[in-house]
C-alpha cells in the first residue's frame, strides 16, 4: 500500500493566516492526488482533485500543488468557516489511501 | 441534483449480520464507481473498497478482503456494504461515495451523510 504523511497533524492559525499543509507519499503518484475538508459530524467534502483543480464552489483561496511525491494545499487567507480536518487521498494505485489528516484549529 | 441517500444508525450485538445501504439518484449510476470509507471514533478516513454496478466489478483494500462484502442493485440504484458477523472493532461511521475515473483525475466528488454502526454486547 502506498503510505501518505500529513504534516503538520495539528495546526493553530488565526483568520487571515496563509496555511499550508503538506502530504508525502511513500512512492510517486503521478498527480493523483485529492484533498477533502471534514468538518464535525459531517460529511467529508472534496476541495481539490487533480493535484491542483478546484472543485466546483470551492472558494478560490483554496489552492494545491507538488508532483511526485510531494504535494501541499495552501489556504490563502484562512476564514472562520475552514477551520476543520483535512484529508489527502492518492488515487494513483489501489487501495486509494488517505493520509491521517490536519486538523486546523483556531489560536 | 446528485444524491447519495444511507440508510440509518444501527445498534448491533457482536456476531450478528448487517447490510447498510446507499441510495444514489440524480445520476447515472451505472457510469460511476461507489465507494465505501470507514471512520473509527475519532480516527481518520479509511478506503475500504469501490464497486461498478453495471457489472459488479469490485476491488477492495487488502485490509478489508474478506471482512466485509460490497455490493450494487442496478435496478434500484443502491449500494450496500455488509458483515456477515460483527466486531466491536467495527463500530464506526461508513460513509458512501461517488467516485469519479476520469482520463486525468480519480476522486470522490459526492459523498452520503454516513451510517453510524455501532457494535456492543
Known amino acids: 500500500d502506498i503510505q501518505l504523511t500529513q504534516s503538520p497533524s495539528f495546526l493553530s492559525a488565526s483568520v487571515g493566516d496563509r496555511v499550508t499543509i503538506t502530504c508525502r507519499a511513500s512512492q510517486g503518484i503521478n498527480s493523483y492526488l485529492a484533498w477533502y475538508q471534514q468538518k464535525p459530524g459531517k460529511a467529508p467534502r472534496l476541495l481539490i482533485h487533480a493535484t491542483s483543480t478546484l472543485q466546483n464552489g470551492v472558494p478560490s483561496r483554496f489552492s494545491g500543488s507538488g508532483s511526485g511525491t510531494e504535494f501541499t494545499l495552501t489556504i490563502s487567507s484562512l476564514q472562520p468557516e475552514d477551520f476543520a480536518t483535512y484529508y489527502c487521498?492518492?488515487?494513483?494505485?489501489?487501495?486509494?489511501?488517505f493520509g491521517q489528516g490536519t486538523k486546523v484549529e483556531i489560536k | 441534483e446528485v444524491q447519495l441517500v444511507q440508510s440509518g444508525a444501527e445498534v448491533k450485538k457482536p456476531g450478528e449480520s448487517l447490510k447498510i445501504s446507499c441510495k444514489a439518484s440524480g445520476f447515472s449510476f451505472t457510469s460511476f464507481w461507489i465507494g465505501w470509507v470507514r471512520q473509527l471514533p475519532g480516527k481518520g478516513l479509511e478506503w475500504m473498497g469501490i464497486i461498478y454496478p453495471i457489472d459488479s466489478d469490485t476491488r477492495y483494500s487488502p485490509s478489508f478482503q474478506g471482512q466485509v462484502t460490497i455490493s450494487a442493485d442496478k435496478s434500484s440504484t443502491t449500494a450496500y456494504l455488509q458483515w456477515s458477523s460483527l466486531r466491536p472493532s467495527d463500530t464506526a461511521i461508513y460513509y458512501c461515495?461517488?467516485?469519479?475515473?476520469?482520463?486525468?483525475?480519480?476522486?470522490?466528488?459526492?459523498w452520503g451523510q454516513g451510517t453510524l454502526v455501532s457494535v456492543s454486547s
Open positions: 487521498q492518492q488515487l494513483n494505485s489501489y487501495p486509494h489511501t
Open positions: 461515495a461517488r467516485h469519479v475515473f476520469g482520463s486525468d483525475s480519480v476522486h470522490f466528488d459526492y
